[in-house]
């Protein structure tokens, strides 16, 4: 898949060291596995800023500093922010947060240089992730950081690791499994 990876949305800014576990969202709904988005989009963020999930719209963008999403691997987080059609624009990640935000369709620019002091929630960001630049649309102020690699880009394109996978069972019939036969 190709193309550009371009989003247009308010952001909302956060700080550093923002975990995944009772940051993204409680960790009570982590260890119990709840992957509805229904129930975790309420819940998104809240720990860390309560008003959020009143604040936040489909298609804005996700400002943070250094470490975004850091603590064990649980993912529910970035289900609820792929439902929203939210992206991400950070300092740093770990690397398997970044792994749990594209297999979930979340697109993410790290290696920001810092959170730009310019930038305030609210404002309205552009954001070319194929190319790495964001675009403050109240301030006119750019930031450059590096690009979403094309690999990365174009599982984020076909929605996370379940699309990609729909995707190639599209262009390889012979590996889907067979239907099972009715029981008697």
Known sequence: MTGTMRRVGRCH?????IPLDDGFIPFEMAIR???????LRPELLRMVDPAFPDRVE???????????????????????MAALGLSVLCVS??????????????????GLPGIDPAL??????????????IVNLDTGRRIDAPPLSPLLADVVQRGGTRGTLAAWLETHPDMRLPAQAPRA
């Open 58 to 80: 489909p298609g804005d963008i996700i400002v943070a500093g250094a470490n975004f999403g850091c603590g064990k691997p649980h993912f529910q987080g970035f289900i609820a």
């Open 93 to 110: 990640m770990p690397y398997k947060t970044l792994r749990g935000a594209i297999s979930k369709g979340v697109p993410v620019l790290a």
């Open 33 to 39: 596995r709840i992957d509805d988005p229904q129930l």
């Open 13 to 17: 800014v956060f700080g550093d060291d």
């Open 120 to 133: 305030r929630t609210g404002h309205r960001l552009d954001v070319d992730f194929s190319r790495g630049t």
